[in-house]
DNA sequence: ATGGATGCAAAAGTTTTGCAAAGAA
DNA sequence: TTCTTTGCAAAACTTTTGCATCCAT
């Protein structure tokens, strides 16, 4: 378990929101699945446990906690938007176009380029989280091969 | 107009492919659009000159000249795919998230940075286009005034 | 004339919304 | 009890697909 639950649950209460078992279901469920989570997964999941949660409150679910700053919201190599439990860092990630699989890049690295953005071109980069795509060494190799 | 027509027809022809009018009139329109051109607003202006053009021709066209590469796909804030113009070299954005301008930056400033990850990471950055999400001069001053 | 491209309409997939009912505080 | 949250179902969107017809070559 990456979150603590019960320090959530205080800061959802405090600012006036409910704790349910779906909210709970739901953000276990992300947090088991691990990083990148299409919607649909999630729903699979706690459908298993609770088959009457319905898609309707998947989604607004992980809206909910991504405006509560519970979760990132990120995005796929195809488009795609996913969900992943928010650390108190940003980072980042290298996400393979052939394997899907990808590199978590710590906030450091970003550091640097964002400061030159900032002075070279007055803009500040927004960087709660930046995917980069492209392709590991393994899928590089199998294509070079 | 930011493209040759007529080196893009041959281009075209020699492949075996056809020029109809529909594929130059959604070229046109992308480019007349600029950039971050979302399939909607291709459908949009093309059909004030040819109402008959459904919305599966732009999806098929749109497809089919990003293929050739005469098109690029780039993705926006929110997730959606939209198109532009491939130019010769490729180029980034920083977009602003509050009034959607943005910026372009020359494929110079990533070179570095993907050497970094490709030395440091063994991954290499598919760097046909990145686009930076962030907030312009402007709208800083806008909301920290 | 020939086969690639288009239009139409329907399907498929994803996300949102209205509203009554349920349930957390 | 009060008012947020949920479930259901339908709607709204976006994108894809099958197939007959059309038309660029």
């Known amino acids: ?3 603590n639950t019960a320090e959530i649950n205080r800061r ?3 600012a006036g929101y ?5 909210r709970q279901l739901i953000l276990d469920a992300v947090c088991e ?12 999941v706690v459908r298993r446990k609770t088959p009457s949660l319905s898609r309707a409150t998947v ?16 995005q796929m190599a195809d488009g795609r938007v996913a969900y992943e439990v928010a650390g108190p860092e ?8 052939t394997c899907d699989s990808f ?3 710590p906030h ?12 070279q071109y007055d803009f500040e980069i927004d960087v709660s989280h930046v995917s980069f795509f492209g392709h590991c060494t393994d899928c590089r190799d199998a294509a070079g091969a």
């Open 1 to 3: 378990m990456s979150h």
């Open 12 to 14: 959802l209460r405090e």
């Open 18 to 22: 409910r704790v349910t078992p779906q």
């Open 33 to 44: 699945l691990g990083k990148h989570v299409v919607p649909d997964a999630v729903y699979e």
């Open 59 to 74: 989604y607004r679910t992980l809206h909910f906690l991504t405006e509560q700053r519970i979760l990132a919201m990120v």
């Open 90 to 97: 940003p980072h980042h990630h290298l996400v393979c176009r």
């Open 103 to 105: 590199l978590e890049l």
């Open 108 to 119: 450091s690295v970003l550091r640097t380029f964002r400061q030159r953005m900032d002075s």
